[in-house]
């Protein structure tokens, strides 16, 4: 059976999205000319800034073109539906914000992407601008701690986007703008939980299958497989199964502050969200830690898919500096 979207054609439908944004969001994006998926921040790049570039595919909005604007991302390159942007719009993009200081590149740590942003890095060291990459690897699901820089990047972005951001906007200098988002990734955690798949607007058809009955945890923003499938439980059971695995590998001591993100996948209502925010919370209390900052809704999306995500960021006095610092994007602005 196909599933149902109101969109016109499959193939056009990134395009026309990216139209409707910049119609919607006139005050924070602009295309670059004959570019049309490098969207630039109006108000972000400026001169003696580093210039932080963001992408990946669609399908997860407001990741990423969501992030772009003064204060956190000078710029994203779009890709399509779960796919990554090819070299050309990345490489508008690093021309469109380099102010002189160096470029950084941030992404989830996923092989497409990998390979057409180095690719763009070189093309635009032909042009002497700089540039550096720091991948995002907050999936604790993806693979051990022990093999974090082969984890996913997933709804930790939010965050580490965040940090990394601000230290641009502060004028850190390129070596401390880098290890600043090192720092944020490394201590950012993501698990989450699938309970129906979404659908591609090409086909129309599920990603993957999965029983009435059954969740799986662990499973990646393209559908990529879990940890483990399981029956449904309830959010309680979920969110402690979820919080267990963020917590073991933490090892945060009583005390120490955390940024929190209880995320949707794209149709789980607020309604579950917040019931899950309220056992993170008891669970997080339980664990002697102190919520600073917290985010619910929908900020790391898979199109249509049933399930939600908790990030924590194990926050210390600069990334809690980071994380506070004002931004003012299209659809994310603290």
Partial sequence: MKTKKLINAGADAVDEMLQGVLVAHPRHLYAVEDVPRAIIARNGPRKGKVGLVIGGGSGHEPTFLGYVGKGLADAA????????????????????????????????????????FDMAAEMLALDEIEVRTVLTTDDVASAPADQREERRGVAGNVFIFKAAGAACDLLYSFDEVERAA?????????????????????????NFLIGEEEMEIGMGIHGEPGVARESLKTADAVTDELMDSILREMKAERGDRVAVLVN??????????????????????EAGLVIHTSLVGNYCTSLEMAGASITVMHLDDELQRLIDHPCDCAMFAR
């Fill in 182 to 206: 090192r720092h944020a990734n490394a201590r950012t955690y993501t698990m989450g939980v699938a309970l129906a798949p979404c659908s591609l607007p090409q086909t129309l058809k599920p």
């Fill in 264 to 285: 949707s996948l794209g149709s789980t209502p607020m309604m579950e969200l917040y019931i899950m925010m309220r056992r993170v919370k008891a669970r997080l209390d």
């Fill in 77 to 116: 390159a779009i890709g399509n539906v779960f796919a990554s942007p090819p070299p050309d719009p990345i490489i508008a993009c690093a021309k469109a914000v380099d102010g002189g200081a160096g470029v950084l590149f941030m992404y989830g740590n996923y092989a497409g992407d990998v390979m057409n």
